[in-house]
């Protein structure tokens, strides 16, 4: 009687511990779930910025490209410092960093959830490598600006495009080859930076979508 005692009481208890495990596994759902929301909700944002800043930069080779520059290059001001910079994907990552740190992986039962979430964090990673990438690249070609623009007038040209024009700093056709082969560098890795990025909008989105039928969310 007293083993019977014991094994019940282990059988209890052992299914104690299952459903606190499957409202923990429910928590952390619900959890991932609304930092993809976030995500998906940023990177719609930065993937409409990327395509305002492609158009720029398509406007600034034109400008570059166009002879008059040597002597008005008040529209290439405008659009090199408006097309220069761009927007960071910060990842949501808190729920991914508890479900690795406290070994709570292990409590996804659901093995196709759970190598999704595997896969969505690996694609991050990638944007992630990207964006060091594209900082690192727009540094760089950043210091070769000052071979052409003069940066004390750049605020000025921002504010509407200049009459009589500013000139370049070089009349050198080198300088300005050079320079609009790198801006041209720099538009190709924009437009693959955001390529990665609608990727990653889109399996977020099926990813919310697919949690949701599993875990019977809302």
Known sequence: MLFLA???GFLAENQREHMIEHLQEKEYIKSFAEDLKQDTAQLKKIINTMEEKLVLKD???QELANPRVLKN?????FFFEMSRHFPDFIYTDRTIQQLKNSGGMRLLRNKP???SIVD???KVRTVFIAQEQMNSLVLSYGFEKNKLFQIRLIDTANNGFQSPGIPLLTQNKNDIEEFYNNMWDQKKFFAFLKRLEIDLLSRGTRLIEFIKKEYHLE
Do not use: E
């Open 6 to 8: 014991v094994f019940c």
């Open 59 to 61: 406007s600034l080779l």
């Open 73 to 77: 290059s008040s529209r290439a001001y």
């Open 113 to 115: 959830v759970s190598d």
């Open 120 to 122: 969505y964090d690996s």
